[in-house]
T-cell receptor, first 111, second 113 residues
Framework: EDQVTQSPEALRLQEGESSSLNCSYTVSGLRGLFWYRQDPGKGPEFLFTLYSAGEEKEKERLKATLTKKESFLHITAPKPEDSATYLCAVLDGGSQGNLIFGKGTKLSVKP | DGGITQSPKYLFRKEGQNVTLSCEQNLNHDAMYWYRQDPGQGLRLIYYSQIVNDFQKGDIAEGYSVSREKKESFPLTVTSAQKNPTAFYLC????????????FGSGTRLTVV
């Protein structure tokens, strides 16, 4: 069965303390891996799409990387405004277009 | 600007009532989805539609119904058969293959009173 597992479930950082969020997956032929940011009471907002192992994408303090088994979302020198839940989702080769979501990592950045 | 609109933002349902959540998109996307989000459980798929006049059940379809009469619209009805409807509901849309991921609406929070 296809699975997407995110870790840790929650992460508390001090402002400026860099860290990484993990998304491991088991799917039959990856067609895409997606990262979203979700603020409380709002819909998820698209961050990155990665399609093949070795690919990297960057946006401000965020950098997403992809291997054959997992993806990392690296946060460099985070600020309090980076506090949110980060969702990972994968699109597998046998899917009609339905994403498989992880349960998310709730990030809190304290000043 | 293209996007996906959910309404209302907050909705209150009395016991035994059916309520309908609206979802409209102007992205010319073929596929639309409904998810339910509860604390600690992530996103759970209720229904999805790949094309007008066709839709499929997701993982938790019991107590819900949908229609897809127009490409732009995918309303969700929470029926009285849904015993625990209090949750945050998210609508999303994508291209037919999903290769660019989903665009999400801002959500509807439904509360049973």
């Amino acid at each position: 069965e296809d699975q997407v597992t995110q870790s840790p479930e929650a992460l508390r950082l001090q402002e400026g303390e860099s860290s990484s969020l993990n998304c491991s997956y088991t799917v039959s032929g990856l067609r895409g891996l997606f990262w979203y940011r979700q603020d409380p009471g709002k819909g998820p907002e698209f961050l990155f799409t990665l399609y093949s192992a070795g690919e990297e994408k960057e946006k401000e303090r965020l950098k997403a990387t992809l291997t054959k088994k997992e993806s990392f979302l690296h946060i460099t020198a985070p600020k309090p405004e980076d506090s949110a839940t980060y969702l990972c989702a994968v699109l597998d080769g046998g899917s009609q277009g339905n994403l498989i979501f992880g349960k998310g990592t709730k990030l809190s950045v304290k000043p | 600007d293209g996007g996906i609109t959910q309404s209302p933002k907050y909705l209150f349902r009395k016991e035994g009532q059916n309520v309908t959540l609206s979802c409209e998109q102007n992205l010319n996307h073929d596929a639309m989805y409904w998810y339910r989000q509860d604390p600690g459980q992530g996103l759970r798929l209720i229904y999805y539609s790949q094309i007008v006049n066709d839709f499929q059940k997701g993982d938790i379809a019991e107590g819900y119904s949908v229609s897809r009469e127009k490409k732009e619209s995918f309303p969700l009805t929470v029926t009285s058969a849904q015993k625990n409807p209090t949750a945050f509901y998210l609508c999303a849309s994508s291209t037919a293959t999903g290769g660019r991921g989903y665009t999400f609406g801002s959500g509807t929070r439904l509360t049973v009173v």
